[in-house]
Each structure stands twice: as structure tokens, then as C-alpha cells.
């Protein structure tokens, strides 16, 4: 780990200005996965701003019923807080399944929505090759070992797969990021708060570097506790998903109403499956119902010789969820 320089910001107008006068800036929460990427050398900044101390750790109801989490609430308290636990199941169970206790006890929301690939290649310095670290280098996981890597959404350049449990659930919760920056508010829609690689697979969001993260919103969800996360990993604990699932489902009788289907684990960000969606709107909930409209979206997986596991997996594991969502299972 290279020496830095490190400040504590008492604003947020005050951590912005240093991430513009200072490119090279980090911002600090919990620390758990980036001070991992600094004793690596994965991450060498010049600078960090421990953001702590600012305004950011609550929870709070939104007028039109929905929740607001602010950036540097601890995963630990938004899996435990009585109105996520109440209105947000789904999300206190993704929240649940990551990680550790002790890791939980420090990790923030903000920097769960920041977190990094676990891909093989890119945590290890000692392979040059890796688009993520050096842009135009290669991706060595192309030819190499790719067992946990993508089989939606990658591309030539990377196959890299986002790692997080807690935004898969708040891709299936509609989630809105909150952010701040010199030239003013913006809202992003989680959907497109994360980017595919392409041909830049170094630059993984929509934040621009001069920006701060202030909350999570969450709408009213439409599907109160009909809702599961699913989480395939290779032991029981501190281990991350080869495949995972979050689904949500209305009904009406037995009719979907609506439903959401978001797939971690397999892609570079959290996958949601719409052609399944589609294909479930208006059917009676039933097992045949689900396995045609999983089977649609499995239709356009792109697996490689060393993960083609993860199609019978993950189909498997999204049926599971969403019948246990819609009460079948």
C-alpha cells in the first residue's frame, strides 16, 4: 500500500470539493472492500475522505411511503431496521446472506452500491492482463479460469460479474440512487446506475468522479412479502453467490399482476430478467407458468465452457424463488 493523505470531510459540500480538486480521492465508509483493493495495489489513491461523520446515517420514511437510506448506514442496521424488516423483507435477507457479522457491522450502503468484481484476474496484480485495472490490456478470464464469471451481459473485453447480494434485491425493488456533486442533484434508477462493459469496462457506473452517493430511496413495493432471495455459493457462510436470485411478485387471485426477477452473480450488474416478466404478466401463477418464462430468459445466456454450470443452476434457483414469491413452493 502506497502512502495518502487522509482528511475527515464535515460536509458533503466539503467531500466534493476535495474529489474535484483531487481526482484521485477516495471516499471512505466502512472501508471493507477498498481497503482490501489498496493492500492489494489494486487501488492506489492519493488521498481519502473518511465521510462517516456526515449526515448520511439514517433511515427514514419517505412521504409517498417509500424508505430512504442514507449512504453510510451499516449493512448490520438496514437488515435489522424495523421498517425494512417490515416493508423490505426481501432486501433484509440479500442483506443477511453476504459476508460476515463482523463485515456487515461495518460495510455502508453507499459503498455496497461502490463495490468491485471478485473476478480472479482483476484482484490479482501479478496478471497484467485485465481491462478493469489496465484499460487495453486484455481480460486473461477469456481464456482462463472463468467458472464464477459472467454468462449475461459481458462482453470481449471483460466477463467480469458484479458481486453484490444487497443490489440484487434493490434491482427487484425498483431503488433509486441519490447523488451529489458541483452541479447539483441527480436521481438514477439502479437499472441504469450500473454499466456493461463494452469496450470500457474500467468504468462501471454512472457516478461521475467528482460525486457523493447520498442515499438509497425505495418505493412503496407492490410486493409486500411476497418475495425471495436465493443464494447459491460454494459453503454455507463468507462466501460469494456462483448464482443468486431476488423476485417479487403481485398477484390478483392467482393472476400475476406483477413481478420483478433480478439474477446476481452472472452478469456485471444486477440482471434483470424482463423477458421472463414479460412472459409472466397476466398467467396464472402455476410451475409450468414460471419454467417457460425462466427458460425464455436462459434462452439468451451466453456461458462459457468453464460456467455453462450456472444455466441449469440458475434456472433452478430462479424457479425456486419465485414460486416460493407467488406462495406455490
Sequence with gaps: MRPFQFSQAGTINAAIRVLQEHPSTRLLGGGTNLVDLMREGIEQPDRLVDIQKLP???IDMLPEGGVRIGATVRNTEIANHPLIRKNYALLAKALLSGASPQVRNMATAGGNLMQRTRCYYFMDPGFHSCNKRVPGSGCSALEGAHRIHAIFG???????????DMCVALAALDAVVQVEGPRGHRSIPIHDFYRLPGNTPHIETELVADEIITSINLPKSPFGDRAEYLKVRDRRSFAFALVSCAA????????????????GAVAPKPWRAL?????????????????DAVDLEMQTAVP???NKYKVPLLKRTAMRALLAAGGVA
Design 248 to 263: 417479487g411478485i403481485a398477484l390478483e387471485g392467482s393472476v400475476i399482476r406483477d413481478v420483478r426477477l433480478v439474477f
Design 154 to 164: 459481458g462482453s470481449e473485453a471483460c466477463i467480469a460479474v458484479h458481486p453484490s
Design 56 to 58: 448520511l446515517d439514517k
Design 275 to 291: 423477458r421472463a416478466e414479460r412472459a409472466l404478466i397476466g398467467k396464472r401463477m402455476s410451475v409450468d407458468a414460471v419454467s
Design 304 to 306: 462459457r465452457a468453464g
